[in-house]
């Protein structure tokens, strides 16, 4: 039996690792804010929000590739 990752189960699985790294980056890191550039960051909050710009750029890949099928199938019907 041959196991094979649609672009589809990929997505899934990159948006429940990013969900499971932003729970683990939750519950171990501290909250005390750092300096950065002379104003004040949560490091937990910092964190989170790199994950879901990770998150966002692996939606806006999975929405492009989808599209691109789309359009893939409507070019060879219309040459059928």
């Not at 990929?10 to 002379?38: C, H, M, Q």
């Not at 964190?47 to 070019?75: D, P």
């Amino acid at each position: 039996m041959e196991f094979v990752l649609t672009i589809k189960k990929k997505f899934v699985l990159a948006l429940i690792a990013y969900a499971v790294l932003g729970v683990l980056a939750w519950t171990t890191l501290s909250d005390e804010p750092i300096r950065v550039f002379n104003s004040n960051v949560n490091l937990r909050s910092a964190t989170l929000v790199i994950l879901g710009l990770f998150a966002f750029r692996a939606g806006l890949y999975f929405w492009r590739t989808q599209i691109e099928e789309e359009r893939e199938s409507e070019a060879d019907e219309l040459k059928s």
